[in-house]
């Protein structure tokens, strides 16, 4: 079961937010602490937190309720859309009936009302907050970027107006904007958008119509091409060792500097070095590395072979005199322990990533 409990997350820029989901829609919803202190944004965390479990605690006076009538029947008093209050009967005396038919009309009222033609923004919408309801946050996150565009190109429009010539428009308007701060080239330039990135965005569009289709808000699939771009870089170059292990160097502890002084802590990035030495020796995806657990990963126990004896090393003592230590013995073994720092290989180790 997906959670909806607050939490915080740190954006690019460094500052905190609070990411949370409403519980009756599950939309992502996201609250700027407006700090890049961890311990502040814990503690606008908390408060937040319980300003929602108050919220929570507090009936909403316009919520649809059940009651029953003088006659015994089990009615729905609610509100409408112009405020006006209406009454819904379900028919039956029985309480256990009434409240199963009550959920199912709430449920009912809860839905977007229908448009006799839908525009490409209310479509985008509803298939956007299906995504974020059903999908992890790692497929709804990125596609926010995707969504924005198109409502501020093509929202206006109605469904049955996208047609070749407007998703042709659409690509080339989309490639007179801007890219983002994380693609800016090394002169600090932001250049114009990709085709493909506007590729991206109408793969988004095009599957929000067939939802669309699915649930008969429309009446047929969309039929527009999209053509892609040649990529503007080539994503099968892929990294030779010497930069793998360069990479794997920059690992290792180092100084952090604060304000041009070094400050009493050192950086550790063992878990980066982890990920990658993880992902050469598996070539797993990203999501399942991040989502091991410990009882998949499987290490033989140690087997023991025999034991040798050391020879034992005379040393002088404090007051002058020589001593020699007594027996002392050695184990070795089949197998070796496994050696967390050293990384030490062992023979017949591996991680269950399980199928898929």
Sequence with gaps: MKTTAPYLRQRKDGIWEIASKDPRTGKAKRKSTGTRDEVEAEKALSAFTSKEAADAAQPDPDAPRLRQRTDGYWETVYKDEGGTKRRHAH??????????????FVKELMKPEIPERPTVEWVVDRYYEYVCREKKETTWEPMAANVGPL???????????????????????????????????????????????????????RSALNRARQNRYTSY????????????????????????????????????????????????????????????????????????????????????KRLVEVNPVSAQGADGEVRTAGKSFEATYDTPMFDV????????????FGEG
């Excluded at 028919?91 to 199912?104: I, L, P, S, Y």
């Excluded at 720092?341 to 269950?352: L, R, S």
Aim: hydrophobic share 35%; with cysteine; proline share 5%.
């Design 341 to 352: 720092e050293a990384g030490t290989h062992i023979e017949g180790a591996y991680i269950d």
């Design 151 to 205: 409502k501020d190109r093509l929202g206006h429009l109605f469904w049955d107006e996208i047609v070749q010539d407007v998703v042709d428009d659409y690509i080339h308007w989309r490639m007179e904007k801007p890219r983002w701060t994380a693609h800016q080239d090394f002169d600090r330039q932001y250049g114009t958008t990709s085709r493909n990135t506007a590729c991206k965005d109408l793969g988004v569009l």
């Design 91 to 104: 028919g039956t005396k029985e309480r256990a009936g009434a409240d199963a038919a009550h959920e199912v």
């Design 221 to 304: 699939a969309p039929d527009f091409t999209i053509k892609k771009g040649k990529p503007s870089r080539d994503t099968k170059v892929w990294l030779t060792m010497p930069e793998l292990q360069r990479m794997i160097a920059a690992c290792a502890p180092a100084p952090i500097y604060v304000n041009g002084k070094e400050i009493d802590r050192v950086r550790d990035r063992a878990h980066i070095e982890g990920f990658l030495r993880i992902s050469l020796a598996t070539a797993a995806r990203k999501e399942a590395i991040l989502s091991l657990t410990w009882d998949q990963v499987y290490i033989p126990e140690p087997q023991e």
